[in-house]
């Protein structure tokens, strides 16, 4: 019966080499999401019309401030600079409960770009993912979100499955 302690010392090798892999960006969410909360990650960039739409009209910074329980992060792909200032000309970034992050690589080209993250896909801007426990509960990949859609899918996403 040597074998469950082998399978079990190769699923942690591999584990290990699948951290490993992992950018240090990659690492620092994976690190917060495994919180047992609900963590949203938002991928957005500041040159992309939906995001800036999913901004206007205090968009996501009521969305924010009115879910307090919740962590927000948000990472800033495809460019080369973090936007703090059109995050903040909208309301978003002083918020306890928020975060913003830049990929690394800011590439917008087909064929360059980051296409996954954490292992997922990554193939739009605005990209919306919602996690609790380290367990990707929704994503919403492609385009503007809907606040009251986000608001019922994180009350789901915190209900005890």
């Given amino acids: 019966m040597k074998f469950p302690g082998l399978i079990l010392a190769l699923v942690g090798i591999t584990g290990a080499i699948r951290a490993a892999e992992l950018l240090p960006i990659e690492q620092q969410v ?18 992309c019309s939906n995001c800036a739409a999913e901004l206007a009209k205090s ?17 800033t792909t495809w460019h080369d600079e973090i936007g703090r200032e059109v995050l903040a000309k909208n309301g978003v970034g002083t918020q306890s409960n928020f975060e913003l992050l830049l990929h690394p690589n800011p590439s917008r080209k ?15 801007v605005p990209s919306t993912w919602i996690f609790r426990e380290g367990e990707l509960r929704y994503a919403l990949s492609y385009g503007e979100v809907r606040f009251p859609i986000l608001q019922q899918l994180i009350r789901d996403t915190g209900d005890k499955w």
């Fill in 110 to 124: 087909a064929g360059d770009r980051t296409t996954r993250f954490l292992g997922l896909p990554l193939t739009w």
């Fill in 30 to 47: 994976a690190e917060a999401i495994k919180s047992p909360g609900v963590t949203v990650v938002h991928f957005w960039a500041p040159w």
């Fill in 59 to 75: 968009g996501w910074s009521t969305f924010i401030d009115t879910n307090a329980e919740v962590k927000f992060i948000f990472v």
